[in-house]
């Protein structure tokens, strides 16, 4: 039977939130999720803080994709650069992993991963205890102030399946 000793007067209790405030940050990653109080899905972001006292540090945006609520992914993807203001845009991910309130498949298209941005962070109490909420998700905007269109990345080949949303 193995074992381990640990001192835990040398670990610090669980992490404090970051002041509210904007920060520089890298998409990490975006997985599909589905909702525990929603018969529609949603897209759990996955930021890194990229600079700064907090560097490393991870912050995490939810937007739904229930029809009443696809404004929000609208304004966060014009702002990224991924559409203009009126695109159709498919939503992809890989069908070999399954949809699950904890976990889900990562978006393929459009890409996300690495997108800098700039996280809009909010301080709420939940459950009686502080957490962090971002409240927005700006595009670093090009000198002239208007969105960077990223090209669609092509199709990947191979038997993966995929699934649009539109």
Sequence with gaps: M??????FSEVEGSFKPLPAGPYNVTVEKVEVRESKSSEHNYLN?????NDGEFEDRRLWMITSLSP?????????FV??????????????????????PS????????????LPAIAIVKSEVYEGKERNRVD????DAPDNGSPKKRSAPKPAQGSRQRRALR
């Design 2 to 7: 193995g074992s381990m000793r640990i001192n």
């Design 79 to 100: 702002s990224l650069g991924v559409i203009e203001e009126d695109d159709e845009i498919d939503i992809e991910w890989d069908d070999d992993v399954e949809v699950t």
């Design 68 to 76: 009443r609520a696809l404004f929000r992914l609208k304004d966060v």
């Design 103 to 114: 976990a889900g498949p990562l978006v393929t298209t459009p890409e996300l991963s690495g």
């Design 45 to 49: 972001w996955e930021l890194v803080v």
């Design 136 to 139: 927005d998700l700006r595009g």
